[in-house]
């Protein structure tokens, strides 16, 4: 498609001839994609005016849903964002137009961390409330609004503005995280003050009952943990829905930091089960050598046996982990 390697270059000169000589504005290629995608996606002002006015569709769909809208926000082209909600009077973009994930402009603009184009879009009708379903888990999909995304991310900016705009600090997604459990999993202390400061609740739990605090200790993010530790108070010791504590979740990534971290400075217990087992024995089983020394080392029972009547030594995956507790029994004895 000429027409839309034109548009994709910049190439206005050509792009004017093409028009002129009668190419289709709304042309697509296989996926859907227009000519004006193509120029959205790579913030060439000039010729998005040009096949505005040729007649292009300002809300055409690719097919993932995305708009000429969508490209501009996901790559921040303030400038294109302003000429396609104004659209030269014509009926401009929809600032609330839906890819096929439920996300709209102001998600993608969101997770981008591009404050000028948030604005606009918020100027021009888009909410920091809308919840779209973003696939950011690994399990499942999940419905989530921008404060999410921006917490996630860390765009600290973002936030502020989207929160500034009437967007809800404590708003739950589909699995009853709040922006903050994100802001703590992606280890972004900025957010997690900015969202208690408006009221959001560093002890929340998500539907599985799991905290913030559960939710760093899992992604190894220690400043985070730290901070809900020392400057919230949060409880070490809390527990989800089927008794995993934060040590727990940490201990079974591998984050050795963390599970250092929650003995040391949060007084949790080290050899706390969930409804199946122990912290040594989950991370005896994904052989994270270093997590069951600190566990060990904090007094961890090496003798502990899990739902199925197992010991640690029984699970354990490697002979350096098996080595490291049977030095401890030795120990135990001696």
Same mark, same amino acid.
């Given at each position: 498609?000429?027409?839309?390697?034109?548009?994709?270059?910049?190439?206005?000169? %050509?792009?004017?001839?093409?028009?002129?000589?009668?190419?289709?504005?709304?042309?697509?290629?296989?996926?859907?994609?227009?000519?004006?995608?193509?120029?959205?996606?790579?913030?060439?002002?000039?010729?998005?005016?040009?096949?505005?006015?040729?007649?292009?569709?300002?809300?055409?769909?690719?097919? %993932?849903?995305?708009?000429?809208?969508?490209?501009?926000?996901?790559?921040?082209?303030? +400038?294109?964002?302003?000429?396609?909600?104004?659209?030269?009077?014509?009926?401009?973009? %929809?600032?609330?137009?839906?890819?096929?994930?439920?996300?709209?402009?102001?998600?993608?603009?969101?997770?981008?961390?591009?404050?000028?184009?948030?604005?606009?879009?918020?100027?021009?009708?888009?909410?920091?409330?809308?919840?779209?379903?973003?696939?950011?888990?690994?399990?499942?999909?999940?419905?989530?609004?921008?404060?999410?995304?921006?917490?996630?991310?860390?765009?600290?900016?973002?936030?502020?503005?989207?929160?500034? +705009?009437?967007?809800?600090?404590?708003?739950?997604? *589909?699995?009853?995280?709040?922006?903050?459990?994100?802001?703590?999993?992606?280890?972004?202390?900025?957010?997690?003050?900015?969202?208690?400061?408006?009221?959001?609740?560093?002890?929340? +739990?998500?539907?599985?009952?799991? *905290?913030?605090?559960?939710?760093?200790?899992?992604?190894?993010?220690?400043?985070?943990?730290?901070?809900?530790?020392?400057?919230?108070?949060?409880?070490?010791?809390?527990?989800?829905?089927?008794?995993?504590?934060?040590?727990?979740?940490?201990?079974?990534?591998?984050?050795?930091?963390?599970?250092?971290?929650?003995?040391?400075?949060? %007084?949790?217990?080290?050899?706390?089960?969930?409804?199946?087992?122990?912290?040594?024995?989950?991370?005896?089983?994904?052989?994270?050598?270093?997590?069951?020394?600190?566990?060990?080392?904090?007094?961890?029972?090496?003798?502990?046996?899990?739902?199925?009547?197992?010991?640690?030594?029984?699970?354990?995956?490697?002979?350096?982990?098996?080595?490291?507790?049977?030095?401890?029994?030795?120990?135990?004895?001696?």
């Amino acid at each position: 498609m000429a027409l839309a390697a034109a548009s994709r270059a910049g190439d206005l000169d %050509n792009l004017c001839v093409l028009l002129k000589a009668g190419a289709d504005p709304n042309a697509r290629d296989k996926r859907g994609k227009t000519a004006l995608h193509e120029a959205c996606s790579q913030g060439h002002d000039k010729c998005v005016e040009a096949l505005l006015r040729a007649g292009a569709l300002v809300s055409a769909h690719k097919t %993932n849903g995305f708009t000429p809208l969508h490209y501009a926000a996901a790559t921040g082209r303030a +400038s294109i964002i302003s000429i396609l909600l104004a659209s030269f009077g014509f009926s401009g973009a %929809n600032a609330c137009d839906r890819d096929h994930k439920g996300e709209q402009a102001i998600h993608l603009a969101a997770r981008g961390g591009f404050v000028p184009a948030v604005e606009i879009l918020l100027a021009h009708g888009a909410s920091g409330n809308a919840a779209s379903n973003n696939g950011r888990t690994r399990y499942f999909q999940v419905k989530a609004s921008s404060v999410h995304t921006a917490s996630l991310h860390g765009h600290e900016l973002v936030l502020r503005l989207l929160l500034s +705009s009437g967007a809800d600090p404590a708003a739950c997604d *589909t699995g009853g995280s709040q922006p903050i459990h994100d802001a703590a999993a992606g280890g972004h202390v900025g957010c997690m003050e900015l969202l208690t400061h408006l009221g959001a609740d560093p002890n929340a +739990s998500d539907c599985a009952g799991c *905290t913030p605090l559960h939710r760093g200790s899992s992604a190894g993010e220690v400043d985070a943990a730290r901070w809900l530790l020392k400057q919230k108070g949060v409880d070490a010791n809390c527990r989800d829905n089927i008794g995993s504590t934060p040590l727990y979740w940490a201990a079974s990534r591998g984050r050795a930091d963390v599970v250092a971290l929650l003995i040391r400075e949060g %007084n949790a217990d080290p050899s706390a089960p969930n409804a199946h087992r122990s912290p040594l024995h989950v991370a005896a089983g994904w052989r994270h050598l270093s997590v069951c020394d600190e566990l060990l080392k904090a007094g961890a029972d090496p003798l502990a046996v899990d739902r199925e009547g197992l010991t640690v030594l029984q699970v354990a995956k490697t002979d350096d982990v098996a080595k490291l507790l049977d030095e401890e029994l030795v120990a135990s004895r001696s």
